[in-house]
């Protein structure tokens, strides 16, 4: 084994070990639950509101294989943990301490830094409102994120946790609908696109 101070990562592969039986098992059974887990739901769109898993299963296979995924907090990070695929380095980037507020800045900043590739971030609405007027700051220094807003009107992860901890004392954590397109329009950021896609979920 290496002194401590002169060892690397590389003398890890040096280190003996007696690999046991069960062990392989354990770790083969959690790697098939894993990829299961993370197999793309169906792609097209069913009746009723916009599902964010019928999202993804849409835009992982259009991505490149050095996509980067960048995220703040709440429960719409869950989509990307979940399905977003890790195959260039890097490929997610959030914060550490979960802060919520971080996606469209941290999309903006990685566009600007590596401009050849394909930059998503998935903000919440809480965090849309929190960030979202960075948009004129991707405008104004040309950075081209693709922002996705999943917008279901509230602090959905506290929420999650009042109706877990207090069962119908929902508090505080409900959004009035920020008007998100509207936003991005005036931001000049929906113009600066040169594809503008800016619909409504909800509406056919
Ligand atoms: C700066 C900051 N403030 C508050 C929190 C606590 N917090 C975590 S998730 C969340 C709600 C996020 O709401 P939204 O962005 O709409 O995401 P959703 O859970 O609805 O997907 C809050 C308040 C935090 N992590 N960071
Ligand atoms: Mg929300």
């Not at 009746?47 to 980067?68: E, H, I, Q, S, Y």
């Not at 960048?70 to 890790?86: I, M, V």
């Not at 380095?89 to 900043?109: D, K, L």
């Not at 069962?167 to 397109?181: E, F, Y």
């Amino acid at each position: 084994m290496a002194d401590a101070g002169h060892g690397s990562v590389h003398d890890l592969a040096k280190i003996e070990l007696p690999v046991k039986d069960e062990w392989k098992a354990r770790t083969a059974r959690m790697r098939s639950e894993q990829e299961s887990f993370a197999a793309l739901p169906p792609a097209t769109p069913t009746a009723g509101p916009a599902r964010m898993d019928t999202l993804m299963a849409n835009l992982v296979p259009a991505l490149p294989t050095d996509a980067m995924i960048t995220l703040g907090a709440g429960e719409h990070t869950n989509l990307a943990h979940r399905y977003f695929p890790s195959q260039g380095h890097a490929s997610m980037i959030s914060a550490r301490n979960g802060s919520m507020g971080y996606s469209i800045p941290s999309a903006i900043a990685a566009s600007l830094e590596y401009p050849g590739r394909r930059i998503v971030t998935i903000a919440g609405d809480g965090e849309f409102l929190m960030n979202g007027q960075e948009l004129a700051t991707a405008a104004q220094y040309g950075a081209t994120p693709l922002v996705i807003v999943m917008d279901n009107q509230e602090y959905g992860t506290i929420r999650s946790h009042q109706e877990r901890q207090y069962p119908d004392r929902v508090s505080g954590t409900q959004l009035k609908k920020p008007g998100i397109c509207a936003h991005g329009t005036s931001l000049w950021w929906i113009r600066h696109q040169s594809r503008p896609r800016c619909r409504h979920p909800y509406r056919k």
